[in-house]
């Protein structure tokens, strides 16, 4: 037995037999773990541990790196949200430019929850929109860098940069097949506020529905554009609408209030907040209401997880009031209110310091008191009902909840990712490599949006050149017909895309959406709720 091994067991076992009898140390220990410590106890013993490891442990440890695990630790047993950024990684003069508006993020949304930068969202009418970015792509390198940023603010800022200037960003993929795949993305700096409306596509159904397409309420003009769409749909004798909210991230709360009142009476609640201190207590309501007897129309809201913040507010809202039927997926879930306080050393602390509830008073917040950093995150993950979400009463006496994004009304399933041989044809960007020469040389056969929307012409001649194209660059398109239906729905799109832009990618979408349709068929339940209690 080596030496130092036998005098630190012969040392262990001498204290042991110095010590009180086992059962008075059981009855020590009890009556010690009854008293709460106090600060100065834990300090102490922190101070203790951190002299230890300087003197006695085994490898050379840097005391920063040691330190900031501890705030960082700390920070996080507090709240999952809250966290600091060194002064080390950040850069403050970058910062300010951005809050400024003198340098433009990336316009998609990321979420950290299991340890790495993964996408949420990207912003839809944005260049990147078109990039084949999925969520749950996970961001690894960016310019050809490694990611060292902790926090989505930290990401954003370090990947901000002059307006109109790209980033390449390199993102891993998994496969529905279990494979993976690295994708290198030419993403353009923009805001998604800056696309000439927030309101791309406006359209109806033969059935009488209108359908409207809001993409971010980054902007001022947002409800000036969704009430112009109102009025294009109800010049064309609408009997229901569906509001698409899906991927929207948010943008300006008073937005939120303004397109709230294309559909509430003047003085409705839309929001309030609520912090420890009174500055942070607060309401959102309706101030300017174009809702009027004629507008009492059935409404479906189409929401996901990429519907966060200020859309959130819009869903929660319609919801509570019974004035929208809400169908898709639970909404992003993160309705805090964060503040930055700048460190003397430079660093940043981000912390929350109140929450936002909707109108009948439920937190679409998820829990987090109590749990674990990683019980959080995985209870995000999971696909749970509504059992111990916090709910309330609508108006009407509903039970809604929340406590983890904005609940739908009627739940739709989880879309499965599309087979692996359609998602190797949008990495290798065949279908927009297609669209951008089949409208150059077959463009003039469609005139206009409104007639390509009303045939969706059948495509046949298209699919041979599409095969070609798609044999030539090594891949194959399977000949069954659920494929080929596929392939059409795709090609469609991008043809749409390519040839009339945003409004022409969204509008044809929403014509082929499965989501769509589901929303509408909801309609009849949104007639109900709409139906004064009884």
């Known amino acids: 037995m080596p030496r130092l091994r036998a005098a630190t067991i012969a040392a262990t076992c001498a204290a042991l037999l110095a010590g009180p009898p086992l059962a008075a140390q059981q009855a020590d220990t009890a009556t010690k773990v009854l008293r709460k410590r106090t600060a100065y106890e834990d300090l102490q013993m922190f101070s203790q541990v951190l002299n230890q490891i300087r003197v006695n442990h085994l490898d050379t440890v840097d005391s920063h790196e040691l330190l900031m695990a501890a705030i960082q630790g700390m920070v996080r047993r507090a709240d999952p949200h809250s966290y600091v950024i060194s002064a080390v990684r950040m850069s403050p003069e970058k910062q300010r430019q951005l809050e400024d508006g003198k340098l433009v993020a990336i316009p998609i949304q990321w979420d950290f929850s299991l340890g790495a930068p993964r996408v949420v969202s990207v912003s839809p009418g944005t260049r990147a929109a078109a990039l084949d970015i999925l969520p749950g792509d996970e961001l690894v390198l960016a310019d050809g860098k490694p990611i060292v940023a902790e926090s989505e603010f930290e990401l954003e800022v370090t990947l901000a940069g002059p307006k109109a200037t790209s980033a390449r960003l390199t993102l891993e993929r998994l496969r529905s097949d279990g494979s993976f795949s690295r994708l290198d993305r030419e993403v353009r700096r923009e805001r998604s506020g800056d696309a000439p409306t927030a309101v791309p596509a406006v359209t109806t159904f033969g059935d009488g529905t209108g359908y409207i397409r ?216 065949l279908f927009g490599r297609f669209a951008a020469g089949w409208v150059t040389d077959q463009g003039a056969a469609y005139t206009t949006l409104d007639e390509f929307d009303a045939k969706l012409p059948p495509f046949d001649d298209a699919m041979v050149a599409f095969r070609a194209l798609a044999a030539k660059a090594g891949r194959d398109v399977p000949p069954d017909s659920a494929a080929v239906a596929r392939v059409r729905r795709n090609l469609l799109v991008a043809v749409a895309a390519a040839k009339w832009g945003d409004a022409g990618r969204y509008r044809v979408s929403a014509r082929l959406d499965p989501e769509v349709q589901a929303a509408i068929a909801a309609l009849g339940r949104a007639g109900e709720i709409l139906a004064p209690k009884k």
Not at 251 to 277: M, T
Not at 296 to 301: F, S, W
Not at 311 to 327: K, M
Not at 360 to 369: D, L, N, S, T
Request: proline share 4%; glycine share 12%; with cysteine.
């Open 214 to 429: 809001i993409t971010t309420f980054s902007n001022d003009k947002v409800a000036d554009d969704l009430h112009k769409a109102l009025e294009t749909v109800e010049g064309m004798k609408i009997q229901r609408l569906v509001l698409d909210l899906r991927d929207n991230g948010g943008g300006l709360v008073r937005e939120a209030a303004r397109i709230a009142g294309e559909f509430l009476p003047r003085g409705s609640l839309v929001y309030s907040s609520w912090g420890r201190k009174q500055e942070f207590i607060d309401t959102g309501r309706v101030e300017r209401s174009f809702w009027r007897g004629a507008r009492n129309y059935p409404v479906a809201v189409l929401i996901n997880a990429g519907t966060a913040s200020a859309s959130e507010l819009v869903a929660g809202a319609l919801q509570d009031h019974d004035r929208a039927v809400i169908v898709g997926r639970p909404s992003f879930g993160k309705s805090l209110m964060m503040q930055s306080f700048p460190m003397t050393d430079g660093s940043v602390f981000v912390l929350v310091i109140g929450k936002v509830l909707t109108p009948c008073g439920r937190a679409v917040q998820r829990e987090y008191q109590g749990l674990r950093t990683q019980d959080y995150y995985r209870r995000a993950r999971a696909d749970r009902d509504t059992a111990g979400r916090p709910s309330c009463r609508t108006d009407n006496g509903r039970t809604v909840y929340g406590g983890g994004g904005v609940v739908p009304d009627v739940l739709l399933a989880d879309r499965m990712g599309p087979p692996a041989w359609l998602v190797r044809l949008a990495e290798d960007d």
